[in-house]
């Protein structure tokens, strides 16, 4: 028989507190907590460890997993990207689970997969079988591939950007350009960081439930796990992919970006060569050492002016001779 509330109201005394309960198994979900809903956890379980309750109010835990003789703590980071900062960064769920319970604690609030995962629970009795009615060990998987799921739409936004960054190096390597593989490059570093170490955590998590190390968990989860970690593995490889790819485009911008300056210095530098004579010829007929008498004659001024369109041609068929213009 399942026991739930019906909407997403908060606890008496407005905690940032909720239940949902199938069977004998409740699951308690925290979202931005207080000192006021640890110290209900505190009372409730009182075989919680203070220290893990402790960091259940911090944001700077890294991700581990605490054994205990009737329950699990695990602290892990999902990505969650920041679209001011343009940026994904690490979003913390810390999770007790024991036989008959589960409690997830969020502190920002922004896990969306999170949150929607519990109202589907709380509002839908079919999804509350089938998500609660195996066990905690089974709810516990299912929070957890939630939030991995989550990240493979980032990674074909990653893609979708390198695709889109591919034609504009080609088609304009400006600074825009540069600066867009710049943002996409710290994108992925830090989609790295975030990764990396649930790595260990879940594969340390899937070799303690094929040993069965774990007897208040009742159902065979090392595959559930596995799969888990197959994705994350899959994740990470993902981002080396695209990492290489990122610097290979990073590269190209700047060759082209070189390029580009130095077919600009090219043509400056004929430019002024071939001003050079023109200038020479035109200093040498205004001074002061020519005669008079050819400073106002037409005849002069026309041969120079041939003269100096003669030289100018010159040096460009010598230039175009030679392949350089």
């Given at each position: 028989m399942a026991v739930v509330q019906p909407t997403r109201e908060k606890q008496p005394a407005q905690m940032n507190l909720w239940k949902v309960t199938w069977g004998d198994l409740t699951w308690t979900y925290i979202e931005r907590p207080t000192p006021r809903e640890i110290d209900i956890l505190a009372k409730e379980y009182t075989y919680f460890h203070p220290l893990n309750l402790e960091d259940c109010l911090s944001?700077?835990?890294?991700?581990?997993?605490?054994?205990?003789?009737?329950?699990?703590?695990?602290?892990?980071?999902?990505?969650?990207f920041d679209k001011q900062a343009r940026i994904s960064l690490p979003s913390?769920?810390?999770?007790?689970?024991?036989?008959?319970f589960l409690v997830t604690v969020h502190c920002g609030g922004d896990l969306k997969p999170l949150a929607k995962l519990f109202k589907e629970c709380q509002l839908d009795e079919q999804l509350r079988r089938k998500y609660m009615e195996k066990g905690s060990g089974y709810l516990f998987y299912q929070v957890i591939d939630r939030l991995v799921d989550a990240i493979f739409p980032m990674l074909d936004k990653i893609n979708d950007n390198i695709e889109s960054l591919q034609d504009a190096?080609?088609?304009?390597?400006?600074?825009q350009t540069a600066q867009g593989i710049l943002v996409l490059r710290r994108d992925i570093i830090s989609l790295r960081r975030i990764i990396r170490p649930q790595i260990d955590v879940i594969d340390g998590l899937e070799r303690n439930l094929e040993n069965q190390k774990y007897p208040f968990l009742d159902e065979d989860l090392g595959v559930y796990f596995g799969d888990i970690g197959d994705h994350l593995h899959k994740i990470r490889g993902t981002l080396e992919d695209h990492r290489e790819i990122v610097d290979s485009l990073s590269d190209t911008s700047n060759w082209l970006t070189s390029h580009r300056i130095?077919?600009?210095?090219?043509?400056?530098?004929?430019f002024i060569a071939v001003l050079m004579p023109v200038e020479l010829l035109s200093t040498v007929a205004g001074s002061n050492t020519i005669p008079a008498s050819w400073v106002n004659n037409t005849n002069v001024f026309i041969g120079t002016v041939i003269l100096q369109v003669a030289v100018v041609a010159g040096m460009l068929y010598f230039f175009r001779h030679r392949r350089w213009i």
């Open positions: 944001r700077i835990q890294r991700p581990k997993i605490d054994e205990y003789d009737e329950h699990l703590f695990t602290v892990l980071h999902f990505p969650v913390e769920v810390d999770i007790f689970v024991g036989k008959n190096v080609i088609s304009k390597p400006v600074p130095q077919e600009i210095m090219r043509v400056l530098t004929i």
